[in-house]
């Protein structure tokens, strides 16, 4: 019984931590049963690192413990099936529950109306909302109804279904409260198929051994010679397209909104300085930097598609940082050479875990031969630990070495996201988190030298900095 006391000790202290916290500024911890208010004192407080640390232990403590109690079979039968709750996900975002429960309040809505008004067979869909409400995503309030609760509410946006059915792809297009239902919707979806063919991409004695982004599970599951990004502006996936630029948007909510700021003193950067954010997508981290520092110049550079997105996004949502040309768009294929010279700062976020290995450092090399002395490379993505207790995994600084005992070094499931993410790259493109070690051996084979790393408190995710090597 003493791991099982041990973790008994760590959520004690930790929820008496919690009611401390939220005691000392007259607040209690936001309710579960109720929908989430995104701007209210309780949310803004659950996302203070040091509510987010507590938070961590306890999801850990607490996960650790259910693992530990329950028959390892159930562990294994739950693990086994998991991908129905994935798909009752999908579901619930395909048919925009959220949206049509949304303002419904306390009492619900029957399943009945609920399937009218989704268009879907009602005793099917109650048995869906069952799932979901059993993992604490919406709530049964009595034998078939259903109300939003704070997760469920979450991915809600603020369109009305008949407006969605109209013309689905509007959900995601130029809007900035579809980043949940966007990621979402992408993972359900496209990353859940490939995912389900990852055994046939390790068996296949064609792709097994090689790390090809043209040949991982993604092209099994849609039997495509594409990369993922050439599939998604095909004809015919539109949907998609659009889509996958609202799912970029809501990786930015891994962490908290201004972890961007924290990644580098970009105070540094000289009035005027330039910030070229390579494969930026709609931008949602350089509009972060963009509001906190007014005197940055910021070029994203995506492809074609993806920037017309992004300049349609930003005229609606922040037109003004547009004056000037303090934000500009241009479109740029990240391996052929880099056509802004020497600037600040290239900016690659969630660009190198896409892309094997050799790729990433043809994508570095070409920022590498258009640098200066002075420019300098920030590389955000996650660092990843090891899974085993701290004293022997590598330091990345991402871990904290105080995690007690018998909690894993990486936080386990407090940690969950880097590990799904580097799956989802490797099914998608054949890319993959990396370790810090792993990545400073490629931006060397790049020209350059990584000198400092910043992991955002409480998360896995790292800002690299680097500046070029001169033989
Ligand atoms: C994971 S997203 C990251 C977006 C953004 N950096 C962020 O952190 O929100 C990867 C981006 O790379 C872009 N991309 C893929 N291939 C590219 C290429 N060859 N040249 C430029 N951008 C590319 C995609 O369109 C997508 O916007």
Known sequence: MQNIRLLRSILNESLDSLEAA???KSLDFPLLDEPHTPNSDEEMLAMAPEIQNIVDRIVAASYQLLCTVRHPFLNLADAASGYHLAACLRVAERFNLPEILRGRGPNGLHVDEIAAKADVEPTKLARILRVLATHHIFRELRPNVFSNNRNSSYFSTSMTVEEIRLDPPIKYRDRSDAAAAGYIGTFTDDVFKASSYLVEDLEDVKTRKQFSAKEA???????????????????GNEYRLTRYGACIQGTSLWDPPDTIVQGFDWATIIQGGIVVDVGGGLGAPSMILAKAFPGLRIIIQDRQPVVQQAQVYWTKTYPSALDSDRVSFMAHNFFSPQPVQNPSVFLVRTICHDWPDELVVEILSNLRSAASGSTRLIVADYVIPYACPNDEFESTTAQNPSNPPPLLGNLGKAGFNAYY?????????NGQERTLSHQIALAAKAGWKVTQVNNIRNSH????LAEPIFA
């Open 217 to 235: 599970a993604f092209q099994k599951a849609f039997n495509t010679e594409k990369d993922y990004f050439a599939w998604l502006e095909q004809p």
């Open 22 to 24: 939220y005691e000392s």
């Open 421 to 429: 993410i580097d799956m989802t790259m490797e099914v998608l493109l």
């Open 461 to 464: 995710f790292g800002y690299l």
